[in-house]
């Protein structure tokens, strides 16, 4: 089972996913790993590693769109920019060789035909500046043989077709990206709406089997699907487990406190990966009442408590999110 690790949901662009959805995914992805982690439990009933398998897709095809949606469009426009500038220049030269010509032989139509400034094929639209490059061309491909003694041959009229050529296909690409990026905030909607279909009416439907037979992944999965809003609260999280009790913490933000409100102490391990126990090195107790700062960026935490007879062998499970390869 892949479980897919995300790390800045929020992004920086224009068209941001709605901070519901935010807390949905952050939900989703809690669930997957859950069920990750409980892999022998359910691996052995069909319907539910189907059901698992179609919502891990579904969370696939959520972060793919997601990354259409966060596309920052800015090359794109820079190139169109450097093609039109192109363009213009080589538009301009062949433009003042044919009024230099028109000039000289007193032909004040031509001269006119081509009389467009430098700011009007820079600045104007995208189709009307091209078509004025092109009528440019035209003229000069009609006199070409008259143009040789003003420094037009077919080499600069080739390069000149070649730059109007490379914007015209350009042209449509920033409306292009812009429409993809509509069309994949369109289609996150609709995933969310289908993940969440087969959370409802698969998943947590065969989970009600698994709460005489594995309470443990059962409670486990309940406090997985509770969604929490990351834009509003504290961030003060507290504590209380009991006896074999686990809880998973959707995307701790750093700085937030972990306070423990139970009798038993806890032990945390601060900068090590599963599994973190009393043991080690870099764990933390903290007592009854206590509280300490988490010190790590937007991760997930799992809290594992065991009951003071057994030592509260209590456990900390530190997933950091990464960017999705």
Request: overall charge positive.
């Amino acid at each position: 089972m892949l479980v897919i690790p995300i790390k800045n949901l929020t992004g920086v662009a224009k068209i941001k996913m709605r901070k519901t959805q935010e807390n949905k995914l952050s939900m989703y992805l809690a669930v997957q790993k859950v069920c990750a982690d409980n892999n022998s439990v359910w691996n052995g009933l069909v319907a539910c590693s189907n059901a698992i398998s179609a919502f891990e897709n579904k969370i696939s095809d959520i972060v793919k769109s997601r990354q259409k949606q966060e596309s920052n469009n800015k090359g794109i426009a820079e190139d169109k920019a450097e093609k039109r500038n192109k363009m213009v220049e080589k538009t301009m030269f062949v433009k003042g060789a044919i009024q230099a010509y028109a000039t000289a032989t007193q032909n004040n139509e031509l001269y006119e035909n081509v009389n467009y400034s430098v700011t009007k094929i820079k600045r104007g639209a995208d189709t009307i500046a091209r078509d004025k490059a092109l009528i440019i061309f035209n003229k000069a491909t009609a006199i070409a043989t008259n143009l040789s003694d003003y420094g037009i041959n077919a080499a600069v009229l080739s390069e000149l077709e070649t730059s109007i050529n490379n914007f015209t296909a350009i042209m449509p690409n920033p409306r292009t990206a812009k429409s993809a990026v509509k069309a994949a905030t369109l289609e996150i909607s609709e995933l969310f709406e289908q993940a969440d279909l087969i959370l409802k009416k698969q998943l947590d439907k065969l989970m009600i089997q698994f709460k005489d037979v594995n309470e443990y992944f059962y409670n486990t999965y309940q406090n997985a699907r509770e969604i929490i809003d990351l834009g509003k609260g504290s961030k003060t999280i507290e504590v209380e487990l009991q006896p074999n009790e686990l809880k998973t913490v959707q995307r701790v933000i750093n700085g937030s406190v972990l306070k423990n409100t139970g009798k038993a102490t806890l032990i945390y391990c601060a900068d090590k990966l599963p599994p973190c126990d009393a043991g080690d090195e870099a764990s933390i107790k903290i007592h009854a009442g206590e509280e300490m700062v988490i010190k790590i960026k937007e991760s997930f935490i799992t809290l594992r408590n065991i009951d003071a007879v057994e030592k509260a062998q209590f456990k900390v499970k530190v997933t950091s999110e990464a960017p999705v390869k």
